[in-house]
């Protein structure tokens, strides 16, 4: 059987399209806020159609010490070229990328989980340390 956390992929972006690439700086001042970047093919694109898209990319950050992880924030996609008219003929396609801003007491590890409508769960994570 396995858990939920054995479907969810891990991969270098650079090279498997569907990784969420965290963007922020890696050192921040106690309290005081910083800006993310998450989005989901910025190496390789990811398809954007009706049928083959990221439908939503949640973002967590576990402080040092703490027993469980905050959720920051979650982002739905929710167009991807839908019409009366039939797939992929809307003119409207949401791109998989979103942007934050947080700030933190401590020290912790940011965690960006994607879901590809096809190919399931995706996962990267990146330290942030608080100086
Ligand atoms: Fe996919």
């Known amino acids: 059987m396995g858990s939920l956390n054995d479907r969810i992929g891990?991969?270098?972006?650079?090279k498997e399209k569907h990784v969420p690439v965290i963007e922020c700086p890696s050192e921040v001042k106690a309290d005081t806020m910083f800006e993310i970047k998450v989005s989901v093919g910025k190496e390789i694109a990811h398809p954007n159609t009706t049928a083959h898209h990221i439908s939503w990319i949640q973002l967590f950050?576990?402080?040092d010490g703490e027993k469980f992880a905050i959720q920051?924030?979650?982002?739905?996609?929710?167009?991807?070229?839908?019409?009366a008219e039939g797939p992929?003929?809307?003119?409207v396609y949401t791109h998989?990328?979103?942007g934050t801003t947080m700030k933190t007491k401590k020290?912790?590890?940011?965690?960006?989980?994607?879901?590809c409508n096809i190919h399931g769960l995706?996962?990267?994570?990146?330290?942030?340390?608080?100086v």
């Open 96 to 98: 998989p990328s979103i």
């Open 10 to 14: 891990r991969a270098d972006w650079k």
């Open 107 to 115: 020290s912790g590890k940011l965690y960006a989980i994607s879901l």
């Open 88 to 91: 992929d003929t809307g003119p």
């Open 61 to 63: 950050f576990h402080a």
């Open 72 to 83: 920051v924030g979650e982002f739905q996609f929710s167009a991807h070229g839908e019409a």
């Open 122 to 130: 995706w996962e990267s994570e990146m330290e942030i340390k608080v």
